[in-house]
């Protein structure tokens, strides 16, 4: 069915169309035909409608081909939808088999009809790509990797607490904008990633020459303004002692240090610091400030007290904030990385028989430098963190949900929020409310169960007043184990949908 390609025209037509060439019928501006031709929909189907709602035959009834209809009506493809985005704010998205899967024990559960798999326990994927197209409020992509510390660590009391004190700063100082700095430090490899590259269709593996498997790291460090101005590189050197042909070709201003693991400390901070002020110019009159991460290198003494003489004002971000709330990590390092892979792979076709060194990563560096180092994205770097100008409301609600998910109880003597520890499933499963079985004394039939995650109460479909009474909402149907030392819920009995022997199971 994946294959089939549709031979007909039949049902072309839209609803619309059709309420249209009724709306002409009934005020009488147009006949059959010309009504029909008009708005394209079938003279037979629109005589049906009109006498049908008249007599009360066809009232209600929508197109439809053949006995194939959807497994799933509206509203239950909703709450689906709804899950699938609940779950994948809260950093514990679906992949596709999931919501197969998923899919497939609603039906279960439910009692819905359906031609799933049953050997597989999963939907078809007919089923999920009709899904897909019903929904195009969602879209298959590939995640970004998110520790546990950065889910957790980004959060509203740990962002709100910084932002009292950045606005506190603010005002002491009545800084500008051209004073206001960011600095980070960032490795760079001897091997690139390679890009994507046109290849022969059908070959199974397709390579590109690199300069090794595992390589060589430099870290380098970059400080620019709100403003746009980039104050020149510190590389930082694995190795004990330095020379200058490392930073051959590298950009103006340049400076090479060397640490035995490549690493920054306490004393090779104080010289970058000396060279931040050697370019912005701080005095005790004319204060910057500079916004670094909570690494330990920048809490020396030795650094304080050099800040401190110079007229650096030092701001360290809270912890496991950086990639929302650090300029650089923001809007700089992701385009430089990009540029520099490809003057990677430049250099590597234009030195064929030899490979990346050291020697070679500041004359790489340079262009993609260049090409990165903008205005704009300096600009927008503190546009988009809420540093500059300041606005402290720039996290949407939203971007809060996983730390919600990971919160845990708090240590003896720390502030205890809802004095209770919420586990990742605990969450998951009190964002929607217990599933609800509704009965309708007036009617033989029982209510689909569903799962309420809007406040708007669901209207039944006519498939599903059909359903048999179940208990199973889309949180509970889950597949993630719960933490240590929760009590498991009790298992009730499986019962399987039902396939016909020799009948191959699909999604519809």
Same mark, same amino acid.
């Given at each position: 069915?994946?294959?089939?390609?549709?031979?007909?025209?039949?049902?072309?037509?839209?609803?619309?169309?059709?309420?249209?060439?009724?709306?002409?019928?009934?005020?009488?501006?147009?006949?059959?035909?010309?009504?029909?031709?008009?708005?394209?929909?079938? #003279?037979?189907?629109?005589?049906?409608?009109?006498?049908?709602?008249?007599?009360?035959?066809?009232?209600?009834?929508?197109?439809?081909?053949?006995?194939?209809? !959807?497994?799933?009506?509206?509203?239950?493809?909703?709450?689906?939808?709804?899950?699938?985005?609940?779950?994948?704010?809260?950093?514990?998205?679906?992949?596709?088999?999931?919501?197969?899967?998923?899919?497939?024990?609603?039906?279960?559960?439910? $009692?819905?009809?359906?031609?799933?798999?049953?050997?597989?326990?999963?939907?078809?994927?007919?089923?999920?790509?009709?899904?897909?197209?019903?929904?195009?409020?969602?879209?298959?992509?590939?995640?970004?990797?998110?520790?546990?510390?950065?889910?957790?660590?980004?959060?509203?009391?740990?962002?709100?607490?910084?932002?009292?004190?950045?606005?506190?700063?603010?005002?002491?100082?009545?800084?500008?904008?051209?004073?206001?700095?960011?600095?980070?430090?960032?490795?760079?490899?001897?091997?690139?990633?390679?890009?994507?590259?046109?290849?022969?269709?059908?070959?199974?593996?397709?390579?590109?020459?690199?300069?090794?498997?595992?390589?060589?790291?430099?870290?380098?460090?970059?400080?620019?303004?709100?403003?746009?101005?980039?104050?020149?590189?510190?590389?930082?050197?694995?190795?004990?002692?330095?020379?200058?042909?490392?930073? =051959?070709?590298?950009?103006?201003?340049?400076?090479?240090?060397?640490?035995?693991?490549?690493?920054?400390?306490?004393?090779?901070?104080?010289?970058?610091?000396?060279?931040?002020?050697?370019?912005?110019?701080?005095?005790?009159?004319?204060?910057?400030?500079?916004?670094?991460?909570?690494? $330990?290198?920048?809490?020396?003494?030795?650094?304080?007290?050099?800040?401190? #003489?110079?007229?650096?004002?030092?701001?360290?971000?809270?912890?496991?904030?950086?990639?929302?709330?650090?300029?650089?990590?923001?809007?700089?390092?992701?385009?430089?990385?990009?540029?520099?892979?490809?003057?990677?792979?430049?250099?590597?076709?234009?030195?064929?028989?030899?490979?990346?060194?050291?020697?070679?990563?500041?004359?790489?560096?340079?262009?993609?430098?260049?090409?990165?180092?903008?205005?704009?994205?300096?600009?927008?770097?503190?546009?988009?963190?809420?540093?500059?100008?300041?606005?402290? =409301?720039?996290?949407?609600?939203?971007?809060?949900?996983?730390?919600?998910?990971?919160?845990?109880?708090?240590?003896?003597?720390?502030?205890?929020?809802?004095?209770?520890?919420?586990?990742?499933?605990?969450?998951?499963?009190?964002?929607?409310?217990?599933?609800?079985?509704?009965?309708?004394?007036?009617?033989?039939?029982?209510?689909?169960?569903?799962?309420?995650?809007?406040?708007?109460?669901?209207?039944?479909?006519?498939?599903?007043?059909?359903?048999?009474?179940?208990?199973?909402?889309?949180?509970?149907?889950?597949?993630?184990?719960?933490?240590?030392?929760?009590?498991? !819920?009790?298992?009730?009995?499986?019962?399987?949908?039902?396939?016909?022997?020799?009948?191959?199971?699909?999604?519809?």
């Amino acid at each position: 069915m994946g294959k089939y390609k549709r031979k007909s025209n039949r049902q072309s037509w839209s609803e619309e169309s059709m309420a249209n060439a009724i709306k002409a019928i009934e005020e009488k501006t147009m006949g059959w035909l010309k009504a029909a031709k008009t708005f394209g929909v079938p #003279q037979a189907t629109l005589r049906r409608r009109v006498e049908g709602g008249k007599n009360k035959i066809f009232k209600g009834v929508k197109k439809g081909l053949g006995r194939y209809q !959807p497994t799933f009506d509206v509203a239950t493809e909703k709450e689906l939808l709804e899950h699938i985005k609940l779950l994948e704010s809260r950093g514990f998205g679906l992949s596709a088999s999931d919501v197969r899967k998923l899919a497939f024990q609603i039906a279960e559960k439910n $009692g819905i009809p359906n031609r799933f798999n049953c050997e597989k326990e999963a939907a078809g994927c007919d089923w999920l790509l009709g899904f897909r197209r019903r929904n195009p409020g969602i879209s298959l992509r590939k995640p970004e990797g998110t520790s546990f510390s950065r889910a957790s660590g980004f959060n509203q009391k740990s962002v709100k607490s910084f932002f009292n004190t950045y606005e506190s700063v603010l005002g002491s100082m009545n800084i500008s904008a051209n004073r206001i700095y960011n600095l980070d430090e960032s490795a760079l490899s001897t091997v690139h990633d390679p890009s994507k590259v046109f290849a022969t269709t059908g070959k199974k593996q397709v390579g590109t020459i690199t300069s090794g498997e595992r390589g060589s790291h430099v870290s380098v460090v970059c400080t620019m303004s709100a403003t746009g101005h980039y104050i020149p590189p510190v590389f930082i050197f694995a190795r004990k002692n330095f020379k200058n042909e490392l930073i =051959d070709s590298a950009p103006t201003g340049s400076i090479g240090l060397v640490q035995k693991k490549g690493w920054m400390t306490g004393e090779l901070f104080v010289k970058v610091l000396e060279h931040v002020t050697k370019h912005a110019k701080p005095s005790t009159e004319d204060k910057i400030l500079l916004i670094v991460d909570g690494h $330990g290198s920048h809490k020396d003494v030795a650094v304080l007290e050099f800040a401190k #003489q110079n007229g650096i004002v030092l701001v360290c971000l809270p912890p496991h904030c950086t990639h929302r709330m650090q300029p650089l990590d923001v809007t700089f390092f992701g385009p430089l990385k990009t540029y520099y892979n490809q003057e990677a792979q430049k250099w590597m076709r234009n030195h064929p028989g030899r490979v990346i060194t050291v020697y070679q990563i500041c004359s790489i560096f340079s262009p993609a430098y260049g090409k990165a180092a903008t205005i704009l994205n300096a600009e927008k770097g503190f546009l988009s963190t809420g540093l500059y100008p300041f606005n402290p =409301d720039i996290f949407p609600d939203h971007m809060f949900v996983a730390s919600e998910t990971t919160r845990r109880l708090l240590g003896e003597g720390e502030e205890n929020v809802d004095n209770r520890e919420t586990t990742i499933m605990e969450a998951i499963e009190t964002t929607s409310a217990a599933l609800q079985i509704n009965q309708n004394p007036s009617t033989s039939g029982r209510k689909l169960a569903v799962a309420e995650i809007s406040p708007v109460p669901l209207i039944p479909s006519p498939i599903a007043k059909r359903q048999k009474k179940a208990r199973s909402s889309f949180d509970q149907l889950t597949f993630y184990k719960r933490a240590e030392g929760e009590k498991k !819920p009790k298992r009730r009995k499986r019962t399987k949908a039902k396939c016909k022997t020799g009948e191959k199971a699909i999604g519809v």
